[in-house]
């Protein structure tokens, strides 16, 4: 094992390239996660309020339509808490999306179906392609990237955006939040917002078509963000979100089961997190959620270096989720092992928006920011 230097405030350590530390140990991300909590997280008085005034205007813009606003559902608990408190705190009536690529386990759909019940919300379900879908997750495989959530995270994304415009809905409730999932080095995940990596990538590897797969083009977003005026709004970073609350909240109220691990709900999800990430670029994405618990006051440092002693998964877990993988996109022994040994890549390797979105970021945000300070 190589010499790892972990920090001495969170739980980020040298595994993460360009990692550096102040004079006490302290790590870049400790600083950066402060920056953005002064900078997007709203407390006490203030948080209260501009929920208060963005709820009045959601109800008020929506009155005459069908559903006020969207949440996208995946039986996590993030979603979950979002669901309860558009609907039951605060009233709103929203429309929820939730797709299914083919690897939600049995207990995230009963989840799911749960949730929808027993908030009396109308559910949309949007269901992949499989053999398209396989295709193109093969292909994230055989890129050589971190990132092979991408296809997931940008379908659900673009799924949501189309069918608020679609129904002519205005705000699209989300459950990224910062208090818990702020600290993620960029150097690990590249986002999944840019549908010309994923065009790039499947068009050296794949073999189907693209045609009908959920996406984003630049200018899907500017005509919805900037020309159609949908907004994106993460709710969490206006209350006092605690997950061991919250969970127990939704486990009380609505009857949500735990999966024992964060986004767990999917399998190829538990494959990337606990076996992709770890085997392949010696990533352990648990560092980046516990550091930023950590952080907000919910562990404690030790806690979660206790935590981190024990592997993502079982090794039972792990062994009988490779193998389903393997088994579910059809590839062989030797595929797989081609791709877990084949070089490392970055999506810097394949064609991508990322200097188109590093300007248009600066765009959306000042579009974002605007209408939450006009409220
Ligand atoms: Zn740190």
Redesign the pocket.
Known sequence: MKDVTI?S??V?DTTVLNISFDENG??N??KDYIHRITKDLYTGDEAKNRLESLVKRIKERGKNNEYDCLIGVSGGVDSTYVAYLVKKVYGLRPLAIHLDNGWNSELSVANVEQIVKRLGIDLYTHVLDWEQFRDIQVAFLRSGISNIEIPTDHAIWAVLVKTAARYGIRYIIAGNNIVTESIMPASWLYGSKDARLIEGIHATFGKEKLKGFPRLALYDYINYFLVKGIRWIPILNYVQYIKKEAKQIITDELGWRDYGGKHYESIFTRFFHAYYLPEKFGYDLRRSYL?ALILSGQITREDALTELESPPSPAEQLKSDREYVIKKLRLSDIEFEEIMNSPKKTFRDYPNNDGIWRRFNGLVSAARQRIIRVN
């Open positions: 920090c405030k969170c980020m302290v790590c991300f400790c550091s």
